[in-house]
C-alpha cells in the first residue's frame, strides 16, 4: 500500500513552539528562584523598607512571567491534542497503518536470532538467519515458599519474638535482598504467628501456622508472547517438550557472495 500524503505542518510548528516555551520556562523558572533567595537573604540580614518591597516586587514580576509562559505552553499543547485527535478521528485507522513507513520501526519486540554462514554447491557463501519470537513479559512466582524462605522469615519471627530488634531488621534486610521486597513482605505476612508478640520482658515462641505449603509443590507463570509475524515461515523450531513441531523460524534468502 503506498504511503499516505499526510500534511504534518501544523504539528511540525506546534511542536516548535511548544520546544521554544519549554526553554523559556526553564529560564523564567530560574529567575524566580533567584528574585526568591535574594528577597530570602534579604530578610535574614533584616533589611527592610522599600529594599525588600524592591525584591518582593521582582519575584512578583518573575512570578507573573513564567505563569504567563505556562499558559502558553497548555494552549499549545490543547491545540496540538486537537490536532492528533482530528487527523485520527478523519482517517481510517487500519489506512494509516498500512501507510506507514516499513523502513521505519514502530516497536521493538524481543527475539533471539541465530546466524551461520554455510556454502552451497556454487561455492558462493549464503547468511543463514533464523528468528525465535520471545516473550514479551512474563511474571514468575512460586506460590509455595521454598524450604529456605521459610527458614529465614521463621528466623525473623523469632528474633522478634525475642526482642532481638537488631537481628530483626538484619534479616529483613536480607530477606529483601535475596528475594526482593515484594517476596520478602508476602513471606513475612503468610508466617506471621498465630500468637501475638509477647511484651517487652516476657518469653515467647512464636506459634507458625500449619500446614504450611511445601517447597515448589506449585508454580505459576504467566506469559505475554509478542505477535506470530505474518510470513511464511520456511523451518520448524525443533526440541519443543511436547506437541508437533511449530513453525516459529523465517529464512531470510539475502546471499553474499562470497570471496
Known sequence: MPRLDLDLRDFTATRTDLQRLALAQRAAEADVAAARSALGEAVRAGISGERSELLAQRVAVAQAARDRLVAQRSVLQTRLDDAANRFVRDRDPADMVGGLDGHVPIALLPVRIETRYVSGQDQQTRLRIRVYPDDLNTIDHEAAPTANEQESGKAYWTARFAHHDDDAERILRDLIRNFGR???????????????????????????????????????????????PAVQYAEQHRGQAEGPPREVVRIHRIEIAGD
Open 182 to 228: 515484594g517476596r520478602a513482605l508476602w513471606l513475612v505476612r503468610i508466617l506471621t504467628p498465630n500468637n501475638p508478640v509477647p511484651a517487652v520482658g516476657e518469653n515467647g515462641v512464636p506459634d507458625f501456622p500449619s500446614p504450611l505449603i511445601g517447597p515448589r509443590v506449585q508454580h505459576s507463570r504467566d506469559h505475554t508472547r509478542g505477535p506470530e
